[in-house]
């Protein structure tokens, strides 16, 4: 089917969020990416401008878009976290499908939206991701640090260490499941435009309300496990893997994330690290090293 529908008519939305402060390059590297990459399923492209202080920022952005024949339309924010802008831009659409990209999201196979839709067809399917973790905000920070004095770091900073201990003892502990705390990462991930508007009743306003909504307790994946729903993640090749063997899925922090569908920076991060810090990573991701 083609690149993009010309109507906003389409069962598919796909949202890409662009931070203006990042600069157009990395809208590039996208753009791109979602010409090059054949979607397979019809849709319409929104992009979401952030960080707009006057109008004029977005031109080269519609210019470039424009010069490669793409149909678009596009909505601009001021400011806001990337999930509340999402959901201020879902109650403006209609499709019965919505997929969102981030600023760093790089597309990496054809049939990248056919694959998405097809994953729906399995019974129960109510989230479908491109990466997912079972890393867990609270123990990570003790993954991290260790609980030793350490002589040669100072008083202060050994002491901004244990504080950082405590605030995770008394307070994060009770906001995200210790490890493994499996979730699906909040870039390239689709789900019913209802569902996600049903999700979503408060305002995600903070980065750390934000967390909570990617692997809190009271998460987007827990919501819909709770439920007994299915929360997949979506590789390249067209496979779907549900929580028990996402780490097999090779798609993020492991091995060389030789399956993954869609990049950001996050994985890049990985992809550029050496083995020591790899090791480190997966083992935060997946207790492996």
Not at 81 to 93: E, F
Request: net charge positive; with cysteine; proline share 2%.
């Amino acid at each position: 089917m083609s690149q993009h529908s010309g109507s906003e008519k389409s069962s598919v939305t796909v949202f890409h969020l662009i931070w203006i402060p990042f600069g157009i390059a990395v809208f590039k590297d996208f753009l791109n990416s979602y010409k090059d990459k054949l979607a397979g399923f019809e849709h319409y492209l929104v992009l979401l401008f952030n960080g707009v202080q006057n109008e004029s920022e977005t031109l080269q952005y519609h210019h470039l878009i424009k010069s490669m024949s793409i149909n678009y339309s596009h909505y601009s924010f001021s400011n806001g976290q990337d999930i509340d802008i999402y959901i201020k831009a879902t109650a403006k659409v209609s499709s019965e499908y919505v997929l969102f990209f981030n600023s760093y999201s790089v597309i990496l196979a054809d049939n990248w939206l056919y694959n998405y839709i097809k994953a729906f067809s399995i019974e129960k399917t109510a989230l479908v991701g491109a990466s997912a973790s079972n890393m867990s905000y609270y123990s990570a920070t003790f993954q991290k640090h260790t609980t030793q004095w350490e002589g040669n770091k100072g008083i202060i900073n050994n002491l901004r260490k244990y504080k950082l201990f405590m605030k995770a003892l008394i307070y994060w502990r009770f906001l995200f499941k210790p490890f493994p705390n499996p979730h699906l990462r909040s870039n390239a991930f689709m789900l019913r435009r209802t569902d996600f508007l049903d999700l979503c009743k408060k305002p995600i306003d903070t980065k750390f309300i934000a967390y909570q909504f990617e692997s809190g307790r009271q998460s987007m994946t827990n919501h819909f496990l709770k439920e007994g729903l299915n929360v997949l993640v979506l590789d390249k090749h067209g496979n779907v893997y549900g929580p028990p063997d996402w780490e097999k899925s090779s798609t993020f922090w492991i091995n060389e994330q030789e399956n993954l569908l869609v990049s950001d920076n996050q994985t890049r991060l990985y992809q550029e690290a050496d083995s020591e810090t790899r090791r480190s990573m997966a083992k935060l991701a997946w207790g492996v090293s």
